[in-house]
Structures are given as C-alpha cells and as structure tokens.
C-alpha cells in the first residue's frame, strides 16, 4: 500500500487521475489532495477538487488550499481545454466541504516529517506548492520517499513548442524542484502521455456503463474532446494526468530512462524541460527517470478495470 498526496490544478484530466488513485484502495491510500493553481485559478481549482470527491465519495480526504499564483511570477493564463470552471462546464453543485485551515505547502513539509520516508508525492499540476516546501524545509526533500510528476517533455511543448503546461506555469518551481535532490524523482511527460488517448469508442462506453462515475467521465470529457479537436483534428483527447495514477499501479505501462534534467526559466525555451539521457551525457548525472513512452492498451486496461472491472473484457475486445 502507497501513502500518496496528490497535489493538483482539476482539471479534466486530474479529475480521472484522482478517480483512479481512488479505486485502488488495496493499492492507494489517499491521504489528503493538495491544489495549486493551474488550469483554473486555485479558488476554482480547490471547489472542483471537492466535487471530484464527492462524485467519488470519499468525503473523509481532507483537501489543503495552495498557491494561488506562480512562485515569483505574475500570474499565469489558465488553460483553454477545462472549461471556465475547470471542470468541462457540467454545472456540477458545489462542494459545502471547505478546504482545511493549513496551507498545501505546509501540510506537505508537516506529512512527510511525521512520515518520513513513507510518503509518496504525486503533483500533476504545476510544482508551486512543492517548490515552497522545498524552500521552506531543509529536510522536506529527505523526508519524501518519492515524488511521481505529470510535466514536461523530452522533446515538445502544449503551450510553446518546447514547454509543457505544468512547467510552463512555473518554470523556476519545476526547476527548484528537478535541482532539490529527490532520491526517487519520475518525470512523465508528453512524450508518454501522447499515447493515453481516450478515443470515442472508449469514451461511449463510459456512457453506456451509466454509473455516477463514468458518467461524470463522459461529461467532463466533452469538452476536453472539443478543445482537442481544436487542436488538430483529431477525435478524442489525452488523459495525462490519470497516466501517473496508471504508473503507481503498474510501472510497466511506460518506459523510462534515466536522465538528468533542468528547468528552463527565460527566454524562447521558457518552460522547457531539457533532458539530458545518462547514456549520452554521462557526465551530468541523474536527477530523475523520464518517461519515453507508454502502453496504450495496458494504460486503458488499468484504467477500466480499477474503475469498472466488469468491463474490463469488453476493454480487451475493443483494443484488440
Ligand atoms: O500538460 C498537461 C498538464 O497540464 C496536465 O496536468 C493538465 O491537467 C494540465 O494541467
Ligand atoms: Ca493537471
């Protein structure tokens, strides 16, 4: 069993990847949520982080409000695939649960002090809150036994051409974070979160499954789909945050190397992950392992049979 936290800007994607986290309650434990802002600003993210367990149920997770802005910069653009609310606009009611007195950041540096070396750290949102523990904690980073990130990429953006959202955000949190000394440090990022694509074959079935949860899945991903569409033409849309779920519970659904990594913070590549394979550049190091690439069939076979394992063979004959 893994003690996680979970630190996120819900968001669409999020929202599956804590829906999954959820389901695996031989595997997962959930301790807490903590919200930074990201795709919405942290007011809204933090009302749909609460819907998210509500649709769940699990009203005993407390959630812990972060950041409401970068670390030193002004505040971001939000994203343009969530929706206004960050939640794909299904005008869910809100939450009457109220986030808890503490801030993320110290939440965090507290948890993994009471638990040293228990507790593992999953941000797919940007890297503000972790980033202010790090400052504010010598030994937060030492306290943590693994910290497992949505962002990035080796090569490509989703903002610029070289910058993944998360980072791009704030790019000196993500580089404070990949420069802090984390003994297990998993960068995934687009260059594996490009094949867990939700394609309308499977998004009907979470229809036609008609649970409270698949439901709330085939809603919230309409208008991810739209904005995908948007972007290129293409039917469906890229679940990458629940990718990080997947790899907690089956490290075989992506590959990884191991690299040594650094944030850019100026100029063209602001945001940029620059990735530095350890069979190439042996002279830097390795701060991290990076994902290269994924397992589209296995990812949706943990997906589906976590969340709704009946049809986990109906999964199978759909993939081939
Ligand atoms: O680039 C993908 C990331 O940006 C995901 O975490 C998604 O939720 C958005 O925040
Ligand atoms: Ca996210």
Same mark, same amino acid.
């Given at each position: 069993?893994?003690?996680?936290?979970?630190?996120?800007?819900?968001?669409?994607?999020?929202?599956?990847?804590?829906?999954?986290? @959820?389901?695996?309650?031989?595997?997962?434990?959930?301790?807490?949520?903590?919200?930074?802002?990201?795709?919405?600003?942290?007011?809204?993210?933090?009302?749909?982080?609460?819907?998210?367990?509500?649709?769940?149920?699990?009203? !005993?997770?407390?959630?812990?409000?972060? $950041?409401?802005?970068?670390?030193?910069?002004?505040? +971001?653009?939000?994203?343009?695939?969530?929706?206004?609310?960050?939640?794909? $606009?299904?005008? %869910?009611?809100?939450?009457?649960? %109220?986030?808890?007195?503490?801030?993320?950041?110290?939440?965090?540096?507290?948890?993994?002090?009471?638990?040293?070396?228990?507790?593992?750290? =999953?941000?797919?949102?940007?890297?503000?809150? /972790?980033?202010?523990?790090?400052?504010?904690?010598?030994?937060?980073? +030492?306290?943590?036994?693994?910290?497992?990130?949505?962002?990035?990429?080796?090569?490509?953006? $989703?903002?610029?051409?070289?910058?993944?959202?998360?980072?791009?955000?704030?790019?000196?949190?993500?580089?404070?974070? #990949?420069?802090?000394?984390?003994? $297990?440090?998993? %960068?995934?990022?687009?260059?594996?979160?490009?094949?867990?694509? @939700? !394609?309308?074959?499977?998004?009907?079935?979470?229809?036609?499954?008609?649970?409270?949860?698949?439901?709330?899945?085939?809603?919230?991903?309409?208008? &991810?789909?739209?904005?995908?569409?948007?972007?290129?033409?293409?039917?469906?849309?890229?679940?990458?945050?629940?990718?990080?779920?997947? &790899?907690?519970? !089956?490290?075989?659904?992506? !590959?990884?190397?191991?690299?040594? =990594?650094?944030?850019?913070?100026?100029?063209?590549?602001?945001?940029?992950?620059?990735?530095?394979?350890?069979?190439?550049?042996?002279?830097?190091?390795?701060?991290?392992?990076?994902?290269?690439?994924?397992?589209?069939?296995? #990812? #949706?076979?943990?997906?589906?049979?976590?969340?709704?394992?009946?049809? @986990?063979?109906? =999964?199978?004959? /759909?993939?081939?």
């Amino acid at each position: 069993m893994r003690k996680i936290i979970i630190d996120t800007d819900p968001g669409i994607d999020d929202a599956l990847a804590i829906l999954l986290a @959820l389901s695996a309650k031989e595997e997962l434990d959930v301790l807490a949520l903590t919200t930074v802002n990201g795709n919405v600003d942290v007011e809204k993210v933090t009302k749909n982080a609460f819907k998210i367990l509500d649709v769940a149920g699990r009203a !005993d997770i407390p959630v812990y409000k972060g $950041n409401g802005k970068p670390l030193v910069r002004e505040n +971001s653009m939000p994203a343009d695939c969530h929706g206004d609310d960050g939640l794909g $606009n299904i005008g %869910m009611t809100d939450s009457d649960r %109220m986030p808890e007195e503490e801030s993320a950041a110290d939440f965090l540096i507290r948890k993994v002090r009471e638990e040293k070396g228990e507790i593992t750290l =999953v941000p797919i949102g940007p890297l503000t809150n /972790i980033a202010e523990a790090v400052q504010k904690d010598p030994e937060f980073v +030492s306290n943590v036994k693994e910290v497992i990130i949505m962002g990035g990429a080796v090569y490509g953006g $989703n903002v610029t051409p070289h910058a993944e959202f998360n980072f791009w955000v704030d790019p000196e949190a993500a580089k404070i974070v #990949f420069q802090a000394g984390f003994n $297990n440090l998993v %960068m995934i990022g687009l260059d594996a979160t490009k094949y867990v694509w @939700l !394609d309308p074959v499977l998004r009907e079935l979470l229809y036609q499954i008609h649970t409270p949860a698949s439901r709330f899945i085939h809603k919230v991903t309409r208008v &991810y789909a739209d904005a995908h569409w948007g972007y290129g033409q293409k039917l469906g849309c890229e679940l990458c945050d629940a990718l990080v779920t997947a &790899y907690l519970l !089956d490290e075989n659904v992506l !590959d990884t190397i191991d690299a040594f =990594v650094e944030v850019e913070t100026q100029g063209l590549c602001d945001g940029a992950s620059v990735v530095y394979p350890v069979t190439k550049f042996t002279d830097k190091g390795i701060n991290c392992k990076v994902a290269v690439s994924a397992d589209t069939k296995k #990812f #949706f076979e943990i997906f589906f049979g976590y969340l709704f394992p009946e049809y @986990l063979e109906i =999964v199978r004959t /759909i993939q081939g």
